[in-house]
């Protein structure tokens, strides 16, 4: 992300980097739940689980949404390091994914270009393996499962092959947004 960033400085074009899962969500949470609640009493769901999926589905739109706008007011350009795609996907890993879920994630202001980084679940092991730690969803089995929801949910996607070096990736990237950006595209 920083790469391109600071590919884009000589641009002209002005950009703003949000890593999502480094800003706090507490100051959303009091929003989020008086929606959450009001969305559960009127689709009488009464289902705990599902309640929770709900409350974090609203987290992360209220978080978002305010972060997006406000990045889109003030910057030409916006980056973030996942979106309501990689939120879907944590649901259908944990067996949580509804109608209810999608619903609530429509409400999410729409970006003009969603990149995958796309790699196989076998590279992407191997990659993790030099990690010291690793999260519960980065196993074979929920990688596996996670490649084939981005591979039959979401055809809007600009894909690039993930397994290139991050310099070739990021040149990518690079590459179309700035053909994008200058033909009005952005």
């Known amino acids: 992300m920083f790469k391109i ?11 703003n980097v949000i890593h999502f899962k480094k800003v706090d969500s507490f100051p959303y949470l009091f929003i989020a ?4 609640q009001q969305f559960i009493v009127s689709k009488n769901i009464k ?3 599902k309640q929770r999926s709900i409350l974090s589905a609203y987290i ?5 949404n305010d972060l997006i706008s406000w990045s ?8 973030i390091d996942r979106y309501y795609e990689s939120a879907l996907c944590y649901h259908y890993l944990r067996g949580e994914l509804s109608k209810e879920l999608c619903e609530i ?13 796309d790699i196989s679940p076998d590279k992407c092991i191997e990659r993790l393996a030099r990690r010291s730690t690793l999260s519960p969803y980065e ?11 981005y591979h039959t949910k979401f ?6 092959d993930a397994s290139l070096s991050p310099d070739e990736i990021s040149h990518q990237i690079y590459s179309k947004i700035i053909k994008a950006y200058f033909k009005g595209h952005l």
Do not use: P, R
């Not at 992360?60 to 978002?64: L, N, Q, Y």
């Not at 889109?72 to 980056?79: A, E, N, P, R």
């Not at 055809?155 to 690039?160: A, E, G, H, N």
């Open 33 to 36: 739940k008086k929606k959450a």
């Open 5 to 15: 960033k600071k590919k884009m400085i000589n641009t002209g074009i002005t950009v």
């Open 139 to 149: 196993t074979k089995e929920y990688l596996e499962q996670a490649h084939y929801f």
């Open 60 to 64: 992360f739109c209220e978080k978002a």
């Open 47 to 49: 289902d705990i689980v």
């Open 155 to 160: 055809k809007s996607f600009w894909k690039i």
């Open 105 to 117: 994630y429509s409400q999410l202001i729409k970006t003009d270009l969603s990149v995958f980084l």
């Open 72 to 79: 889109q007011k003030s910057f030409d350009l916006t980056i």
